[in-house]
């Protein structure tokens, strides 16, 4: 994928601030510090377009990013993390679930999880969630670069048996650092939205 253009667009709480260009959008959801900035920057190569923080939390709103004024990539907030109050966790949900459910433009949700550990109970409820919508359940295991290949099958093997995933072809190896699994990830998205090489 020839990147020409990547640009932040918005961080939007509500959906009378979603961007209303009517391109088609794949949005990124996954607990808190999972690699999602650092995902999209690494397939962006960009340095700093999404924000990369070490303070768990730090994605609070969707945040939306537009490639060659072809399709947009949605930053969902991240879940699980036990410094934010159940009041705000609520809101956050609110502000998914009305993303999810109304937002036409959507094509596909995409679920990370960090490879190194076994989904826990905040990915499986997520990964149903995003199921119930209507979604595929495709899973980008992410920081593969931290474990050694024998290690990243095994990992593979517990996220597919954890998350009951059918078809291990759901899920994507990838480590922003590395650069591992971004041709592969490039090709789902070209199959989701059909772009343009």
Do not use: C
Not at 4 to 20: C, G, H, M, T
Not at 30 to 44: D, F, H, P, R, Y
Not at 59 to 85: C, H, R, W
Request: net charge positive.
């Amino acid at each position: 994928m020839i990147i020409r253009k990547a640009e932040f667009l918005i961080s939007a709480v509500n959906k009378d601030q979603y961007p209303d260009m009517g391109l088609p959008e794949i949005a990124f959801a996954g607990k808190s510090n999972v690699g999602k900035s650092s995902m999209i920057n690494a397939l962006l190569n960009r340095r700093n377009l999404a924000r990369v923080s070490s303070e768990p939390g730090k994605t609070q709103t969707l945040n939306f990013y537009n490639i060659n004024d072809e399709f947009n990539f949605v930053d969902l907030p991240g879940y699980g993390y036990a410094k934010v109050s159940k009041a705000e966790q609520a809101k956050w949900a609110d502000m998914i679930e009305t993303y999810l459910h109304g937002r036409k433009e959507l094509k596909e949700v995409i679920l990370l999880v960090d490879m190194r550990h076994e989904p826990g109970k905040n990915d499986l409820m997520m990964y149903d969630w995003i199921r119930s919508f209507g979604f595929t359940g495709y899973i980008i295991a992410t920081k593969t670069d931290k474990l050694s290949r024998s290690q990243q099958i095994k990992s593979m093997d517990v996220i597919k048996k954890t998350m009951q995933v059918k078809d291990t072809g759901l899920i994507y190896p990838f480590s922003s650092t590395s650069k591992q699994g971004l041709e592969e990830v490039w090709d789902l998205f070209n199959s989701i939205i059909n772009l343009q090489k």
